[in-house]
């Protein structure tokens, strides 16, 4: 059978680059104060991987389109019981269990990145907006910042188990056409185009917004503390 465009490029980066993006946010709280520039700089990057990916599921291509892979509860759970039988139902784009990460992602990543916003080491580096808001607020969104990661830990575990269980487990190559975009066995119809220069032209606005929301619209920050 021909193969067929499915995953457009501007998504299938999005998501290689949310990827990476998690693991060097973890990787830079981890390594301590020296790496919390480059933590801040990913999390500017991640907030706007986020919001692109909000605008996509909008004015992207067919599979990109929330209306396309959110499905009602009850046709949630059907799918996950003819799962769980050990049948297949064919989706050319996600299937209504698996479209469920993409909200999960957006919900969960993007709240960590705005608590990032307003987190603090309290010795070195704090998000833009710190002094935004009280000490109490300040203290609270920290405190999510460091417990959302681990609900973002935990839905990545599940997506990867689920994704590594239909390849092989099985026989379903999912993995492969999140690189090339194709599939091949597959009724639905290609996307034709991947609409490129309209996610160029959002990432340009993206970018724009994020600048003034970092570098002009937030607070001045009170002290340069113990130097
Ligand atoms: C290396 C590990 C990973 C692999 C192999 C992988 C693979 C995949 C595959 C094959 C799909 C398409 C599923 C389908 O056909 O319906 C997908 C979708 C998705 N994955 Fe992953 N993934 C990985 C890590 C992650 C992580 C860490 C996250 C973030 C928590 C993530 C978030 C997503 C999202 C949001 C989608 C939906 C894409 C969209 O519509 O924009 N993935 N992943
Ligand atoms: C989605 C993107 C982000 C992820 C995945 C992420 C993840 C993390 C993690 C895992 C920690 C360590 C928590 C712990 O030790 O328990 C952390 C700490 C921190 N993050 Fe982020 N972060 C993100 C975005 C941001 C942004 C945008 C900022 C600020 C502009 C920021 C500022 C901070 C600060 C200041 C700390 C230290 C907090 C403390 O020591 O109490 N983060 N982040």
Redesign the pocket.
């Known amino acids: 059978m021909q193969k067929k465009l499915i995953w457009d490029i501007p998504l299938r980066l999005f998501h290689w680059l949310l990827v990476i993006?998690?693991l060097s946010?973890?990787i830079t709280?981890e390594l301590g104060s020296e790496y919390?520039d480059w933590?801040?700089y990913i999390?500017?990057f991640?907030?706007g991987l986020i919001i692109f990916r909000l605008i996509w599921g909008f004015v992207g291509p067919e599979y990109a389109r929330f209306s396309q892979f959110i499905y009602s509860p009850k046709i949630i759970w059907q799918y996950l019981i003819l799962f769980v039988k050990g049948k297949n139902p064919k989706y050319t784009g996600h299937n209504p269990l698996g479209g469920l990460i993409v909200p999960a992602v957006i919900l969960l990543?993007g709240a960590?990145?705005i608590t990032?916003?307003f987190?603090?080491?309290?010795v070195l580096?704090?998000?833009?907006y710190m002094s935004a808001v009280s000490s109490e607020t300040q203290g609270m969104l920290?405190g999510l910042?460091?417990q959302i990661?681990n609900l973002?830990l935990a839905i990545a575990g599940i997506h990867i188990v689920a994704i590594l269980w239909y390849q092989f487990g099985r026989k379903i190559p999912l993995i492969g056409a999140m690189f090339s975009g194709k599939k091949a066995d597959t009724e639905g119809k290609s996307i034709g185009s991947s609409k490129v220069l309209r996610a160029i032209i959002f990432a340009i606005i993206i970018a724009i917004f994020l600048y003034w929301l970092i570098a002009i619209a937030a607070p001045t920050p009170e002290v340069e503390y113990y130097f």
């Open positions: 993006a998690l946010q973890w709280s919390m933590h801040f999390g500017y991640t907030l990543v960590q990145a990032g916003l987190a603090s080491d309290d580096s704090s998000g833009p920290d910042h460091h990661f973002i």
